[in-house]
């Protein structure tokens, strides 16, 4: 055979140049991020609910990794793309998270990224919490808000793994973490008492789920505690500005905003819509508007700010922290 066959490189098949061409357009992808981000204040952190979702190929992922894989190391993908700068850990409020896993996260992070956990339902849940679709007895939960709970199935595995890349926890209280025949009062008391006994070396954020919650009241149990308010976008909560005027994003030392759901719409309606989350399907340009102008608000007065999305926002988390990156990097510009 001729030596002059090894000078050429055997033709590309069409699997090659598909792939060739997937990594390409990533590529593209992240430079268009990366100049966005490089306009963007060091304070501001956008980011994602979880990502293990192999719809994001092409946005956030190279082509062929499996739901497997991403588990293993989606995190230092996800890593990599310059607006994706935190993350939502969800699976903390189902379950404690491995203190194995904990440390293989944090060898995939970066320094500097932090995550934002979720604390167990097993602490924030009135009712003792189930999941899967299994049927629960709407029995009292006795780990309700408790302290000791919280440290062992998080902040001691936390502080033990990963406390470098930890950010604030979020302490979500579903709706029915206020018995309906209580006031909002009565309840405000008991978290008064449980944020008492938080330790210090963590922040700690607040989601209320429950509108009849947001008081002045509430307000004023926040500034006591030197706590943030999150603000949600949720199926049955004011949006994020009519939260704002109750609790001024100027207050609280940090700000964190999580965009889940459009008030309305539920989970199991939107997950079967929007599946497999790769494209925008319902954009929501108030929505939208309002996190910039609440994210600016925090900016000025030096708050750091952490924006959490979840695919079922509008069909596609990445593409909607694309979206609002490049709207605040245009905002803050103009001086809008």
Same mark, same amino acid.
Request: zero cysteines; hydrophobic letters at 40%; proline letters at 12%.
């Given at each position: 055979?001729?030596?002059?066959?090894?000078?050429?490189?055997?033709?590309?098949?069409?699997?090659?140049?598909?792939?060739?061409?997937?990594?390409?357009?990533?590529?593209?992808?992240?430079?268009?991020?990366?100049?966005?981000?490089?306009?963007?204040?060091?304070?501001?952190?956008?980011?994602?609910?979880?990502?293990?979702?192999?719809?994001?190929?092409?946005?956030?992922? *190279?082509?062929?990794?499996?739901?497997?894989?991403?588990?293993?190391?989606?995190?230092?993908?996800?890593?990599?793309?310059?607006?994706?700068?935190?993350?939502?850990?969800d699976r903390s409020y189902y379950a404690p998270v491995p203190i194995d896993d904990l440390r293989q996260y944090a060898d995939q992070l970066p320094d500097g990224f932090r995550c934002c956990f979720k604390a167990p339902a097993a602490v924030t849940s009135r009712l003792t919490p189930t999941f899967g679709g299994a049927r629960g007895t709407a029995a009292p939960n006795p780990a309700f808000l408790s302290t000791e709970r919280l440290i062992t199935d998080l902040l001691e595995p936390l502080a033990?793994?990963?406390?470098?890349?930890?950010?604030?926890?979020?302490?979500?209280?579903?709706?029915?973490?206020?018995?309906?025949?209580?006031? *909002?009062?009565a309840f405000l008391e008991a978290l008064d008492r449980f944020l008492e006994t938080l330790p210090r070396d963590f922040q700690f954020a607040i989601?209320?789920?429950?509108?009849?919650?947001?008081?002045?009241?509430?307000?004023?149990?926040?500034?006591?505690?030197?706590?943030?308010?999150?603000?949600?976008?949720?199926?049955?909560?004011?949006?994020?500005?009519?939260?704002?005027?109750?609790?001024?994003?100027?207050?609280?030392?940090?700000?964190?905003?999580?965009?889940?759901?459009?008030?309305?719409?539920?989970?199991?309606?939107?997950?079967?819509?929007?599946?497999?989350?790769?494209?925008?399907?319902?954009?929501?340009?108030p929505m939208r508007d309002e996190v910039v102008r609440l994210t600016a608000r925090a900016l000025a007065k030096g708050r750091k700010v952490y924006v959490l999305v979840n695919n079922k926002a509008e069909g596609s988390s990445p593409l909607t922290v694309e979206a609002l990156a490049a709207r605040l990097a245009g905002a803050l510009a103009s001086g809008a």
């Open positions: 055979m001729s030596d002059q066959l090894f000078l050429f490189e055997p033709p590309e098949d069409d699997a090659a140049r598909e792939r060739r061409q997937a990594l390409e357009a990533l590529d593209a992808r992240r430079a268009r991020a990366a100049a966005v981000a490089a306009s963007l204040p060091a304070g501001v952190h956008f980011g994602t609910s979880s990502w293990t979702f192999p719809g994001w190929a092409g946005l956030v992922y *190279p082509p062929g990794l499996t739901g497997a894989a991403l588990s293993r190391e989606g995190l230092r993908h996800y890593a990599r793309h310059p607006l994706l700068t935190t993350v939502g850990v033990a793994a990963f406390l470098p890349h930890t950010g604030p926890i979020v302490l979500e209280f579903p709706p029915g973490a206020r018995d309906q025949a209580q006031p *909002p009062a989601e209320i789920r429950d509108k009849a919650l947001l008081t002045p009241a509430y307000r004023a149990l926040l500034a006591r505690h030197g706590l943030a308010h999150t603000y949600n976008y949720w199926s049955a909560m004011p949006m994020p500005l009519a939260q704002a005027a109750v609790v001024p994003p100027e207050e609280p030392p940090f700000t964190v905003v999580r965009l889940l759901l459009r008030p309305g719409t539920w989970y199991e309606d939107q997950r079967d819509r929007f599946t497999p989350f790769n494209r925008l399907v319902e954009p929501d340009e």
